[in-house]
């Protein structure tokens, strides 16, 4: 399961790969274990350049056949209270990290 943050101001962020070890999505799609880093730095978005000639560098992603994803919103990827999705991306949406593998049930 690839676990894929762009909110850069998290302490859990590790080159775009979260390292939280157990992730809560709430029931307005918002990732509920984002804590900001009380001493940001200033990282860039090379997200962005993804297809540019020199890739970007990321963190290997963490991979588990066992989902930590536990989800409260009414997604189609929940199933009871885990994510069944194979991976999930989360996103800087309005100053806010928010599930974008969100799809309305």
Do not use: W
């Not at 991976?87 to 969100?102: E, F, H, Q």
């Amino acid at each position: 399961m690839d676990i894929i943050c762009r909110e850069r101001s998290c302490v859990f962020n590790k080159g775009f790969s979260c390292t939280s070890p157990q992730i809560l999505i709430g029931n307005k799609i918002n990732c509920t274990d984002y804590k900001k880093n009380p001493d940001p730095k200033s990282i860039p978005d090379t997200s962005r350049h993804i297809f540019d000639e020199e890739p970007p560098e990321y963190h290997p992603h963490r991979e588990s056949k066992k989902g930590c994803i536990h989800c409260q919103a009414d997604c189609l990827f929940r199933n009871e209270q885990t994510c069944e999705a194979n991976g999930i991306t989360i996103n800087c949406i309005k100053n806010m990290p928010l599930c974008a593998t969100y799809f309305k049930k």
